[in-house]
């Protein structure tokens, strides 16, 4: 069986090409490094049954091989990335989906489509379920992600809808764990550098906002078995972690767990920011028979330990 994985070098891509290395699977992997590193695939070089094509997924794609899952990852995910890339961004979700889509439809591959709990907007529904449409901003600056994800959703469907693609559509929560870039601009990576570093912990807002961090081995698990799984074409399913905590909450942890000396200090709230957001995942319960089995604790433990070496 052969997989091509977009986003190969980023921080989900990367874990996701050991997983399916690790089944068995030939992987075939792609990224222009904008926002991904070598260094997050170098070990790979060398394994017989991973390739790499450096590749811009906007630009229409040919690969010689046969495919049975195309997998869309590539994406700045980061809000400091998207917003610093926002025209990249727009593109990779849309020319770069119409291009995976259209390659998945010629090789007769399933398609499994990286979405976000960001379809979700500011959530005025909580917590948010698959059925939930969301609320928007379409011209805010988180808009370029948003709205370019939910065009693909769109466009993954209209592929399921005419032209019998075996479509999956993730949508990811909040993830973090080893391979996250120290500079990542994300709450986890940010608080665990300056809580290393001494420096003063930055909580944008009041800290009361809340997020659902789901460590990143849990989520590979769940997006390779809704990768393998038949006859869930043309589904929508959160993955993420239920385990809902403030960002307040959350640098105060991080601070004990370190044995920081850093301060919390406040900072102007950011533009569109989603005040809550926790997925309901009973959807993935029952198709995938699958939840996360990490703590925040035990997946904090080793996000330190890994940034403590980058670092020190
Ligand atoms: N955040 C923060 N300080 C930081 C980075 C992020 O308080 O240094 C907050 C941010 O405002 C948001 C939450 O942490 O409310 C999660 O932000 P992140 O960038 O990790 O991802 P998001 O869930 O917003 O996509």
Avoid at 92 to 103: A, E, F, H, K, M
Avoid at 197 to 222: A, H, M, P
Avoid at 272 to 297: G, T
Wanted: net charge neutral.
């Amino acid at each position: 069986m052969k997989v091509l994985i977009t986003g190969i070098a980023g921080f989900i891509g990367s874990h996701l090409a050991d997983k399916f290395l690790s089944e068995g699977f030939h992987v075939i992997g792609m990224d222009n490094f904008l926002t991904g590193s070598p260094d997050n695939i170098s070990h790979l070089f060398g394994n017989k049954n991973f390739k790499f094509i450096q590749y811009n997924v906007v630009n229409y794609i040919y690969v010689p091989d046969n495919l049975d899952i195309v997998l869309h990852f590539a994406c700045p995910a980061s809000p400091v990335d998207y917003i610093r890339y926002p025209i990249q961004t727009l593109k990779v979700d849309s020319l770069g989906t119409l291009n995976t889509l259209g390659l998945a439809k010629t090789k007769k591959a399933r398609y499994v489509f990286a979405s976000t709990s960001e379809v979700y907007g500011d959530p005025q529904v909580h917590p948010q379920r698959e059925d939930y449409w969301g609320y928007v901003n379409p011209v805010g600056i988180r808009s370029v992600y948003d709205e370019a994800k939910r065009f693909s959703e769109s466009m993954a469907m209209a592929y399921y809808r005419e032209h019998g693609v075996d479509v999956r559509i993730l949508r990811i929560f909040n993830t973090y764990g080893e391979r996250m870039r120290l500079n990542d601009g994300r709450v986890v990576p940010n608080f665990v550098f300056q809580a290393l570093k001494g420096e003063n912990i930055t909580v944008y807002g009041d800290g009361t906002q809340t997020r659902s961090f789901c460590y990143i081995s849990d989520l590979v698990e769940g997006i390779f078995l809704a990768s393998i799984k038949e006859d869930i074409s043309g589904e929508i399913i959160n993955l993420g972690n239920p385990e809902e905590i403030t960002i307040q909450e959350l640098a105060e942890r991080i601070v004990a767990m370190t044995e920081s000396k850093s301060k919390i200090v406040f900072k102007e709230r950011l533009q569109d920011d989603p005040y809550r957001r926790c997925p309901d995942i009973s959807k993935a319960i029952k198709l995938l028979d699958w939840k996360p089995k990490i703590s925040l604790d035990k997946g904090l433990w080793n996000t330190i330990h890994y940034f403590k070496q980058k670092i020190l």
